[in-house]
């Protein structure tokens, strides 16, 4: 650990503000010997901070539940065990906001509603939309403020209450699966493949810097894809290499693409 890394590791100027943030936070928690946290961060934004921590003893990244996309860091002095992440006093709180299960609301609903309130994305972790509830993740502080005050989301009431991080309900993702055959592994390939454009398109997504496997941004349309990989393209959503078969006797690579929808 060494905060010199943060010029190494920044892209821009948030990223160097941000860096310094998760630093000093985790930093004074380490010193004291106290329980330490930081924001809900990104995949990408989390990738930054592993490479800037490494793997310290006592620091997880922890998002409410083990499939999580967006974590927080969360740091344990080594009197507490790893089970105090899900404790009551836990930094990480769900709350389950139940409405009108005939009102469809979605994802974009709440996170809208979330910001129309106030809140600041980084105080905001998934959002678990179900029938008739949804239950989201967020920072301890705000949790009070949001009992009170978030009451609606667009037009629909919303009664909500905190339940016990144990208790939240994880939809299973959506996905539509794609069979298809490519001639390469390349990420413009898989792109193409995953959301049936042409590989052209795909390319200038890439380069124009709205492409990104496992929440790191990749600009090189040859960049290899490994299976099991995410990939995320800004304007067309997630899909994933879910599964690759081999060769064909046209010696093309068979693949199984999940596209999350």
Known sequence: MDRKAIEKIAHTPEDRLLLAKLW?????????????????????????????????????????????????LIYLPPYL????????????????????????????????????AGIAREAVGDICVGAGSCDFFVTREIVPYLLQNFTAAGR???????????????????????????????LDSVIAAGFRIGRSLAGQYISAGKAAINGLPCEKADK??????????????????????????????????????
Request: glycine residues 8%; positive net charge; aromatic residues 6%.
């Open 24 to 72: 000093d936070k985790i930093q004074a928690g380490m010193t004291r010997s106290v329980p330490a946290n930081t924001c809900f961060l990104s995949p990408r934004e989390l990738n930054m901070a592993a490479c800037l921590f490494g793997r310290p003893e006592g620091l997880y990244p922890f998002g409410g539940y083990p499939e999580a996309e967006r974590n927080m």
């Open 81 to 116: 065990e790893e089970t105090a992440l899900w404790e009551a006093d836990s930094p990480c709180c769900c709350l389950r906001a139940e409405f009108f299960q005939g009102d469809p609301l979605s994802h974009r609903d709440f996170l809208g509603a979330l910001m129309g």
């Open 156 to 186: 629909t009431k919303l009664r909500l209450t905190q339940i016990a991080l144990t208790a939240a309900r994880i939809p299973a993702p959506e996905v539509k699966e794609i069979r298809d055959t490519l001639a390469s592994l390349r």
């Open 224 to 261: 290899p894809v490994p299976e099991g990989a995410k990939i995320s393209v800004r304007g067309l959503g997630k899909i994933q290499l879910h599964q690759i078969n081999g060769k064909t006797r046209k010696d093309r690579i068979s693949v199984v693409i999940h596209r999350y929808v």
